[in-house]
């Protein structure tokens, strides 16, 4: 992106932020409402302009956090209760919350798939990109650059 990116960080961190104070104040709202309205109100405010921002590392942690915390407020939860209980695998005893950065690479590889059914200039660019990506990276195929990228605790 060619512009700064800070106002529309913010963007993103103020809707976060006023879901959390929302789940906070609505404590009648039962668990499954408040969950309903993170997966409809977050997800979607993230996959949209997540994917144009630049998240430097330290502001893609405070993101995550906040994302963290209005979960916990979803489950009605103290801001003190553990982490781990929400991003572990179900498997492993964890609740598996989507996190941010599996959100936006969901919403990157759906454009990425839009992009490649058409032959419309948008093909060549993702082609270019994705090239530049791998080079960057230091990777051969798709399958070394999400490893590169994507470790398990990051993407789920």
Known sequence: MWLDSTAQRRYVMDGITEMACFLRKNRDLSIENGLRLIECTLAPLLAFSGLVIIWPEKEFKKLTAAFVRCNKEAWQKSPNTSTALFTFPKDR????????????????????????????????????????????HGCLDMEDFEAEILAWDQAS
């Open 93 to 136: 005893g964890g609740l598996q919350m989507k996190m941010p950065r599996a959100i936006i690479c969901s919403a990157t590889w759906g454009h990425l798939t839009w992009c490649c059914e058409f032959d419309d200039g948008t093909r060549q660019l993702a082609e270019i990109t994705y090239r530049d990506a791998l080079e960057q």
